[in-house]
């Protein structure tokens, strides 16, 4: 099946460090990746969805400046926490899902990147 | 607005079956899905329904109502290894998911 591959799996860093998380689908085009956050015992929040080629469409109080997303070919975006602080720590998890079409094409997930920032 | 609704937690017994019931009010609707989240992992895609009836996967069988936007996931011979969130989310006209906040499945022995 299809699969979605996130790296790092777990950032642990100073305050004030950038850190970027990569996301790539290995088996198929990701024409749309999704960025979302998950604070402990909470829901998924989407805070992103990017097209390839095209600026990143962000969801209402996510920073762009702060949270900046590149998705750059049909198989990698990317999400760089610009000048992280104790409270952007958080289980990241980016998802991609491929051309859309009939049929089912589910969103596939990442195994998540946990950001701890000290 | 768009909403999905779905229990906070359910408990049930190993060997038993649990009926884990959505329902949903969205703009537009492209099919619904069901995905298993593990504590500290992502989720992981369980279920597709599209039209009304039952997909049966295994152990696992989601059904779905478009006309009274309401879905339920039924999980038979529960195993301990099925303690988990369970999300329900619909895609709408946009193509976007609309994610429910979970279900938190507790198996007990």
């Known amino acids: 099946g299809a699969v979605v591959s996130q790296h790092p799996s777990r950032v642990i860093c100073k305050s004030g460090t950038s850190v970027k998380i990569e996301c790539r689908s290995l088996?198929?085009?990701?024409?749309?990746m999704f960025w979302y956050r998950q604070f402990p015992k909470q829901s998924l929040m989407l805070m992103a969805t990017?097209?390839?080629?095209?600026?990143?469409?962000?969801e209402q109080g996510v920073e762009k400046d702060k949270f900046l997303i590149n998705h750059a070919s049909l198989t990698l975006s990317t999400l760089t926490v610009t000048s992280a602080h104790p409270e952007d720590s958080s289980f990241y998890i980016c998802s991609a899902r491929g051309v859309r079409g009939t049929g089912n094409q589910p969103q596939h997930f990442g195994d998540g990147t946990r950001l701890s920032i000290l | 607005g768009q909403n999905i609704d779905q229990p906070t937690e359910m408990t049930a017994t190993e060997g038993a079956i649990v009926q884990i019931n959505c329902t949903y009010q969205t703009s537009g609707f492209n099919g619904l899905f069901w995905y298993q989240q593990h504590a500290g992992e992502a989720p992981t895609f369980l279920s597709y329904n599209v039209l009304d009836g039952l997909e049966e996967k295994g152990r696992f069988s989601s059904f779905l109502s478009r006309s009274k936007g309401y879905s339920y996931l039924l999980l038979k011979e529960l195993q301990m290894k099925d303690s988990a969130s369970y999300l329900c989310a619909v895609r709408d006209s946009n193509y976007q998911l609309i994610w429910g906040a979970g279900t938190k499945l507790i198996i007990k022995p």
């Open positions: 088996d198929f085009q990701a024409t749309t």
């Open positions: 990017s097209n390839e080629g095209s600026k990143a469409t962000y």
